[in-house]
């Protein structure tokens, strides 16, 4: 059974920080794409950034570029996006997931996804 659980989301003023975590279990393989999304109400899922769990590759939408950062610790199975100089627009619900794809940035391209944890940020 996979499970994705994510937490650290919180209320924040703009220009703060957060760290999210993603604890994975019940995946057999490690050839896996490990993906932050967001989604803000009445808005579409969209892509924030991804790591390939075996060879650490990451990518990134371009609008959080510079500001996030995607991180991974392989013994613990923990997915980690750490959110530097937040702004009112980066106000969602972040949800991690699980692709067996390359360079996937698409939600479809996902197959497994955590409850979602939700981030504001105050102006």
């Known amino acids: 059974q996979v499970q994705l659980v994510e937490s650290g989301g919180g209320l924040v003023q703009a220009g703060g920080s957060l760290k999210l975590s993603c604890a994975a279990s019940?995946?057999?393989?490690?050839?896996?794409?490990m993906g932050w999304f967001r989604q803000a109400p009445g808005k579409e899922r969209e892509f924030v950034a991804a790591v390939s769990w075996i060879g650490g590759n990451m990518f990134w939408k371009d609008s959080v570029k510079g500001r996030f950062t995607i991180s991974r610790d392989v013994p613990t199975n923990t997915l980690y996006l750490q959110m530097d100089s937040l702004k009112p627009e980066d106000t969602s619900v972040y949800y991690c997931?699980?692709?067996?794809?390359?360079?996937?940035?698409?939600?479809?391209?996902?197959?497994?996804w955590g409850q979602g944890t939700q981030v504001t940020v105050s102006s």
């Open positions: 997931a699980a692709s067996r794809l390359r360079y996937p940035r698409n939600k479809h391209e996902y197959e497994y």
């Open positions: 019940g995946l057999t393989s490690s050839s896996y794409t």
